[in-house]
């Protein structure tokens, strides 16, 4: 397995209020401070690739991909959301990248209900099945291009909670589309991270790699916080310090062979983020170094 940051550690696109952003090419300087040598692509990167591609070869970078929100649930979007996908697929290709990280698009609503989703706040049948549909057909013209398609459960979407991810991955072809696991949001979100890797760990793709702070969900679903207000509380912390067992997670990945690329994601800190990232690039490569023994 190897070890990657992506630009949300520094600048979260869901809170960018939150703190100043770090400017680029000032990120991809601090990434490298803190030990990285591969990134994910962020919304304050140029996109002509003649710009950042030899920027991110100055500072020994490789681009990963990208994520983006799809609105493939509904019916009459579907065929645009799906063109949109490919293209920006597409584009992180020309940067190196090789993966496509996608996500339901969400709204205000799941937003507002994060963390307490009930069997009536989900999709209706027809919507599961444009959902699943376009990314079978997404993934597939893809794959085709050399991109991997890799889907992201992610709190504040209609991807959430282990049975919504169960469900989506039930549905949709394997040869077409992987699953991005986010530890930290699926634990968020009430989910098991290691009873769904035992059923689904040969879906991996990708990996997001989170810890949560177990006072701050209980209070954040006490509250009824949205996912934006937790994330201002700061609810993702240090790697090893919440209530996500990475070194377990770790070793179930293990387990199914999984050798692909762990990004780290905090999202929020009230510290410095480079330092951040630093310390958690040094935990996770300890967990690493064990597996290795």
């Not at 600048?11 to 100043?20: A, I, K, L």
């Not at 692509?41 to 929100?69: I, R």
């Not at 006490?222 to 310090?241: C, M, N, P, Q």
């Not at 958690?280 to 967990?287: F, H, I, S």
Request: contains cysteine; hydrophobic residues 35%.
């Amino acid at each position: 397995m190897k070890i990657a940051t992506a630009p949300v550690n520094w600048n979260s696109p869901d809170v960018p209020e939150y703190r100043p952003w770090t400017p680029y090419p000032q990120l991809l300087k601090e990434m490298q401070e803190a030990g990285y040598s591969a990134t994910e692509w962020g919304t304050n990167m140029p996109k002509d690739p003649a710009l950042l591609g030899p920027d991110l070869d100055a500072h020994g970078l490789q681009m990963l991909g990208g994520f983006v929100g799809l609105e493939l649930r509904h019916p009459a979007k579907r065929q645009t959301e799906v063109q949109r996908g490919l293209e920006i697929g597409n584009y992180f290709k020309s940067l190196g990248g090789k993966y496509l990280i996608a996500a339901d698009s969400g709204d205000k609503s799941r937003v507002q209900l994060a963390g307490r989703v009930g069997a009536e706040d989900g999709l209706s049948d027809l919507q599961w099945n444009s959902l699943c549909a376009g990314l079978n057909e997404l993934g597939h013209l893809l794959k085709g291009n050399g991109v991997q398609l890799v889907f992201h459960n992610h709190v504040g979407t209609y991807i959430e909670t282990e049975g919504e991810t169960s469900r989506l991955l039930d549905g949709t072809d394997p040869s077409a589309v992987g699953w991005c696991l986010d530890c930290g949001h699926l634990t968020y979100g009430g989910g098991n991270t290691l009873q769904m890797l035992s059923k689904y760990g040969h879906r991996v793709g990708y990996v997001h790699i989170k810890d949560v702070d177990e006072q701050l969900l209980r209070t954040s679903r006490e509250a009824g916080w949205s996912f934006y207000d937790a994330l201002k509380k700061f609810i993702f912390v240090r790697l090893g310090e919440g209530i996500v067992d990475i070194p377990a997670v770790v070793r179930a990945l293990h387990d199914h062979r999984y050798d692909g690329w762990l990004v780290v994601e905090q999202d929020t800190t009230p510290l410095n983020p480079t330092t951040i990232a630093m310390e958690n690039r040094v935990y996770l490569e300890t967990l690493l170094n064990r597996e290795k023994q």
